[in-house]
């Protein structure tokens, strides 16, 4: 019940085009989605997160819908470019305190081809 | 700029030769987190500290532990590194509030790969 699932394991988009990744969950506690980007090398990145209040958000190319009722969130990049190729995390987390420990999908690597 | 900081970025180390890396944070976070990220996986959790408390994750092994000594800095030491215990090691802080409260960011630091020989 602690899990998050996320799909695909492995992307590969043209430039310009939108990347999909999808992601579930089972615990219906849980009250903050987060998504990160890493690029090779690096420490994960915030990239855009939600509460399950909202059923989408939306900074720059970046969407985040939400389904409370399906148990799952999605992660949208539009338009996307050669530089957002780097692997991509959702997690989930449920309140404050040490219940506040992220649960991390398994990632997404995102290949945006020129 | 930097919000949450570690040091070293690489660190070389022996089998068997005590390592520490550390962390430092200008957020004023309560809550401090070690993550371990092996290649093409999701981070994994170590344990963490809610302001002083220190919450071992049930599978982390004897080998790995750590020190906050104020509020700023946490410390990651791994007594004995085997060669299983390359990997990333990243450091994140929250502001996380009460138990049953709601939850916040959590933000990473840079990592630093350590490299068992």
């Known amino acids: 019940q602690q899990q998050v699932k996320q799909s695909p394991q492995s992307l590969i988009v043209q430039k310009g085009g939108i990347s999909i990744i999808n992601c579930a969950y089972e615990?219906?506690?849980?009250?903050?989605f987060p998504w990160y980007q890493q690029f090779p090398g690096k420490g994960p990145a915030l990239l855009i997160a939600?509460?399950?209040?909202?059923s989408e958000k939306k900074e720059g190319r970046f969407t985040i819908s939400f389904n409370k009722s399906a148990k799952q969130f999605s992660l949208h990049i539009m338009d996307s470019q050669p530089g957002d190729s780097a692997t991509y995390f959702c997690?989930?987390?449920?309140?404050?305190?040490?219940?506040?420990?992220?649960?991390f999908g398994k990632g997404t690597k995102l290949s945006v081809k020129p | 700029d930097a919000m949450v900081i570690q040091n070293p970025r690489y660190q070389v180390t022996q089998f068997g030769k005590p390592v520490t890396l550390s962390c430092s944070q200008t957020?004023?976070?309560?809550?401090m987190y070690w993550y371990q990220q092996k290649s093409s996986q999701a981070p994994k959790l170590l344990f963490h500290y809610y302001d002083k408390d220190f919450n071992n994750e049930a599978d982390t092994p004897d080998n790995f532990q750590s020190r906050r000594p104020n509020t700023s800095f946490c410390f990651l030491d791994i007594r004995s590194p085997g060669l299983g215990d390359a990997a990333m090691y990243l450091c994140?802080?929250?502001?996380?509030?009460?138990?049953?409260?709601?939850?916040?960011?959590?933000?990473f630091g840079p990592g630093t790969r350590l490299t068992v020989t």
């Open positions: 939600i509460r399950p209040d909202v």
């Open positions: 994140a802080t929250s502001r996380a509030g009460l138990a049953g409260g709601i939850s916040y960011e959590q933000y």
């Open positions: 957020l004023n976070h309560n809550v």
């Open positions: 615990n219906t506690a849980f009250d903050y």
């Open positions: 997690a989930a987390s449920r309140g404050g305190g040490s219940q506040g420990n992220l649960i």
